[in-house]
Each structure stands twice: as C-alpha cells, then as structure tokens.
C-alpha cells in the first residue's frame, strides 16, 4: 500500500496520541508501520512517524484517503504482538474500501443519501470548509450533518454535493436529525435517587446524542441537563432537579476533565461540563481548590446558570 506523504523526522520518545505504549511498544508499533506502509522493502531509510501521526494514504491516480495513526495504536492496544499486523492490514483495507464508498457517496443525489445523513458532534477547531453545514454549539463544540459511510466511518456534505442538492439547508438538517432519533440507544443508570444516565449507541455516535439530551432523560428536567462528553463515543446526562446541582457540579467538573485528559488526542471533544438549558448548550468551568488551602473552588458559566446554582444555596454562602 503505497505511502505518499511522510512524516518528518521526530525523537525517539513515545508520541502524546499513544502514551500507553511502553518505549518497546512504540519501537514495535514504528517497525509494524515501516513494514506495513513500505511492504516490506528496507532498500531505503526508515520512517520515523514521532509527533507526526496524520498520513494520506492512496492507490495511483487516486486522492489520498486520511489515515490518523491513533486509529491503528488504539486498535492494536489491547492485542498481542503477533495479532498487531493482521489487524493491521484488515483495518487499512476497510478503510480503503470505505474510501472509495465515500467517493461515491459524495457524488450521490440527496434522495439516495437522505437515509444516510446524520448529525455529528465534532470540536470546532475540526470543522472546515468542506463542511456545508455545520453549527457552533459552544466554544468547544460544533455539530456537522456527515454521511454515514460505514462503521464510525463519515464524510462531511462538502458544498459542491449540497448546492448540487438544491434542498434548503433545514430539511437536510431534519432529515439528520430525524436518522439521529430512529438511531438505537442504550440507557444505563447508577443508583442515585436523580441518576446520572449513561448513554450508549452503535457505530461511534454515542456522543452526538448530545443533540437529543431532552429525549433521552426519560424524566422531568425543569431545570436544564447537565452533559458530560469528553471524548467520542462518551456520553453522560444528569437532569438539575434542584439543591444537590452544586454537588454534582463539583463533582463531576473535575471527573470530565479527567477523562479527558486520558482519551487519545484525536478523541477529545470538551473537557467541560455542559449545561443544556431553554437557550441552548454552554459550558460549565470548575475550578477545584487546592488541596488543603481552606478554600472553596471556583465555578464558572452564564449569569444565568450561576444565579440558578446560588439560589440552591443558603443566603450567606457563595457558588463554589
């Protein structure tokens, strides 16, 4: 499988994007990579891929199809050495399928996509101009209308395909969100009397149930729903019912940020809690106190949020 763009020359220390692999792991992930990507010929120098983790792979003649090295160290992760190159080669060749699925579908009318079109919940710093359709959600947050290629696989509805269209940008956008909530889900709880709701569903579009928070709460939440996303593939909810909010925002501040930190870089999407209210989604900034400082952390948001939290609160204290 040819290699078209190499990575540039980096040091030997294990990349950020897999730090669970040991300094032996990483040389071994390397060698699996060079014989990989080169088929086995050593005529020239090795690759060295470090800090560089983003390749474009492609047959002759043929547009390169983004590959992120993450992808295949997650994949191999749990696997013992001598599965690493058949699991490998079997994900690249998907991907190369799918590659070539995804030319076709972004030269397809809306009528043969309309029941392939979903929503995707993406950072914004993620969202370019090949992303017809695309709204900011918070400063972290945006949400995409993609089509489902296969697996986790999506690709983005670039503007030449939906001018092509001539379809108003809010019908695609409901027939996305309409493919979102026939999507199945499962709901799991804890054993709190309000619990926290842990959302999952197929094919790595946990996360985007974001956009269908109210649905899935399966109980009143008069005051808005705290939302938890830290990575794709993670979703957790939490309906504000009144004085146990400063609780769990304190809580669960420091817990998001944590899990966060610990998915692989090209997983994350907000290190903070969301709040999801009548006027849309914000985040919620949690600042713990230094251990042993006597004092209180500090939480952030809206004037709005924050008045909502210091009336859960007697008249003498301060939210955080």
């Given at each position: 499988?040819?290699?078209?763009?190499?990575?540039?020359?980096?040091?030997?220390?294990?990349?950020?994007?897999?730090?669970?692999?040991?300094?032996?792991?990483?040389?071994?992930?390397?060698?699996?990579?060079?014989?990989?990507?080169?088929?086995?010929?050593?005529?020239?120098?090795?690759?060295?891929?470090?800090?560089?983790?983003?390749?474009s792979l492609a047959a002759e003649g043929e547009p390169g199809a983004p590959l992120d090295l993450a992808?295949?160290?997650?994949?191999?992760?749990?696997?013992?050495?001598?599965?690493?190159?058949?699991?490998?080669?079997?994900?690249?060749?998907?991907?190369?399928?799918?590659?070539?699925?995804?030319?076709?579908?972004?030269?397809?009318?809306?009528?043969?996509?309309?029941?392939?079109?979903?929503?995707?919940?993406?950072?914004?710093?993620?969202?370019?101009?090949?992303?017809?359709?695309?709204?900011?959600?918070?400063?972290?947050?945006?949400?995409?209308?993609?089509?489902?290629?296969?697996?986790?696989?999506?690709?983005?509805?670039?503007?030449?395909?939906?001018d092509a269209w001539q379809v108003d940008g809010s019908e695609v956008w409901a027939a996305a969100m309409?493919?979102?909530?026939?999507?199945?889900?499962?709901?799991?709880?804890?054993?709190?009397?309000?619990?926290?709701?842990?959302?999952?569903?197929?094919?790595?579009?946990?996360?985007?149930?974001?956009?269908?928070?109210?649905?899935?709460?399966?109980?009143?939440?008069?005051?808005?729903?705290?939302?938890?996303?830290?990575?794709?593939?993670?979703?957790?909810?939490?309906?504000?019912?009144?004085?146990?909010?400063?609780?769990?925002?304190?809580?669960?501040?420091?817990?998001?940020?944590?899990?966060?930190?610990?998915?692989?870089?090209?997983?994350?999407?907000?290190?903070?809690?969301?709040?999801?209210?009548?006027?849309?989604?914000?985040?919620?900034?949690?600042?713990?106190?230094?251990?042993?400082?006597?004092?209180?952390?500090?939480?952030?948001?809206?004037?709005?949020?924050?008045?909502?939290?210091?009336?859960?609160?007697?008249?003498?204290?301060?939210?955080?």
């Amino acid at each position: 499988m040819p290699l078209f763009r190499r990575a540039k020359k980096a040091g030997a220390g294990v990349p950020d994007w897999c730090a669970w692999f040991s300094p032996a792991d990483w040389h071994r992930f390397e060698e699996l990579l060079n014989d990989v990507f080169l088929d086995g010929n050593r005529s020239g120098p090795p690759m060295r891929f470090g800090e560089h983790r983003h390749l474009s792979l492609a047959a002759e003649g043929e547009p390169g199809a983004p590959l992120d090295l993450a992808e295949i160290a997650e994949l191999v992760r749990g696997l013992p050495h001598t599965n690493w190159r058949s699991a490998t080669v079997s994900f690249l060749n998907q991907k190369q399928r799918l590659a070539e699925r995804r030319r076709e579908l972004e030269r397809a009318g809306f009528a043969e996509v309309r029941n392939l079109l979903m929503p995707r919940l993406v950072t914004v710093d993620t969202v370019t101009e090949r992303h017809a359709l695309a709204v900011a959600l918070t400063e972290e947050l945006a949400a995409v209308v993609v089509i489902q290629v296969g697996g986790t696989l999506s690709a983005p509805v670039p503007p030449e395909q939906f001018d092509a269209w001539q379809v108003d940008g809010s019908e695609v956008w409901a027939a996305a969100m309409a493919n979102l909530d026939a999507a199945p889900v499962s709901l799991r709880y804890n054993d709190d009397e309000n619990p926290l709701v842990n959302v999952e569903a197929d094919g790595g579009w946990t996360s985007t149930h974001l956009l269908r928070a109210a649905d899935l709460i399966d109980r009143p939440a008069p005051l808005g729903i705290l939302a938890m996303v830290p990575f794709h593939g993670h979703l957790m909810l939490w309906a504000v019912a009144g004085p146990d909010l400063h609780t769990c925002v304190i809580a669960y501040g420091p817990l998001v940020r944590q899990m966060w930190e610990d998915a692989p870089e090209g997983f994350r999407l907000s290190s903070r809690l969301l709040w999801i209210g009548e006027d849309g989604i914000e985040s919620i900034g949690v600042e713990p106190a230094p251990p042993g400082s006597g004092r209180p952390g500090v939480i952030t948001g809206s004037a709005r949020f924050l008045e909502m939290l210091a009336s859960f609160r007697p008249p003498d204290d301060h939210p955080g």
